[in-house]
């Protein structure tokens, strides 16, 4: 079994899911002219950036990757897309992606669990209040057609959503490791940068905790297929 993912920018790469699907993984890197492909492997993971979903003009692989994304929902290939990738989802099949109007949620933010993700195949063992990395300043401000929402949060409500048979999107990054996250805040002019960076330290066996086992989950929803 063999995984496609889209790596956006260098900064946002598999991070801990390289170990925890415990699958193949054949990542394409566009930023660095490798061809988006028509169809994914045996599954999909579409990984973070810091471009909106819809500046094309500034990552032009972007119009290929959201019909990536389009074309295994129809499939029903295992898909995983995050934070950037979620947005894509959400843009290619219907939805609505738009600048935040509560401004940059960042750092170990809490997420909420919804009724539906207690009896759904990734996120059926994450319950009440947990804590997710988060950073982004684009929200999904309308969730596609028969869309289901799994998770939510206080800054943003829409940040976990099924949609069709084997397609999830998480606003979050479930990925991110503290090291990763510290990157980023290196390359931004957060004043609280340091703190931010201790924050998410801090939540990390947390983090684990929480995210291994809906990233392993994934991982057999590509071994074994669609329910």
Not at 125 to 151: E, F, I, K
Not at 205 to 226: E, I, M, Q, Y
Request: charged fraction near 20%; charge should be negative; glycine fraction near 8%.
């Amino acid at each position: 079994m063999r995984i496609t993912v889209i790596e956006h920018e260098a900064e946002a790469g598999l991070g801990y899911l390289a170990q925890w699907l415990g699958l193949d993984c054949e990542v394409v890197r566009p930023y660095l002219g490798q061809e988006v492909p028509a169809r994914a492997r045996d599954g999909l993971v579409v990984l973070g950036g810091a471009a909106a979903a819809w500046e094309d003009e500034r990552s032009p692989w972007q119009p290929a990757t959201r019909d990536l994304l389009r074309r295994a929902v129809d499939d029903a290939t295992p898909t995983l897309a995050v934070c950037l990738g979620a947005q894509l989802l959400t843009l290619a099949c219907g939805g609505v992606v738009e600048r935040g109007a509560n401004g940059l949620e960042v750092g170990a933010r809490e997420v909420v669990a919804l009724p539906a993700a207690g009896s759904d195949r990734l996120l059926s063992g994450v319950s009440g209040t947990v804590v997710a990395v988060q950073y982004h300043q684009d929200a999904m401000t309308r969730l596609p057609d028969g869309a289901v929402p799994l998770m939510t949060g206080s800054q943003y409500p829409n940040q976990a959503y099924r949609l069709g048979e084997a397609a999830w999107a998480v606003q979050f990054h479930p990925e991110a490791t503290p090291e990763i996250f510290a990157s980023w805040t290196a390359d931004s002019d957060l004043d609280a940068a340091e703190d931010l960076n201790a924050e998410v330290k801090a939540a990390e066996s947390a983090l684990v905790a929480t995210w291994r086992p809906v990233a392993r989950a994934f991982a057999d929803v590509v071994r074994n297929g669609p329910a």
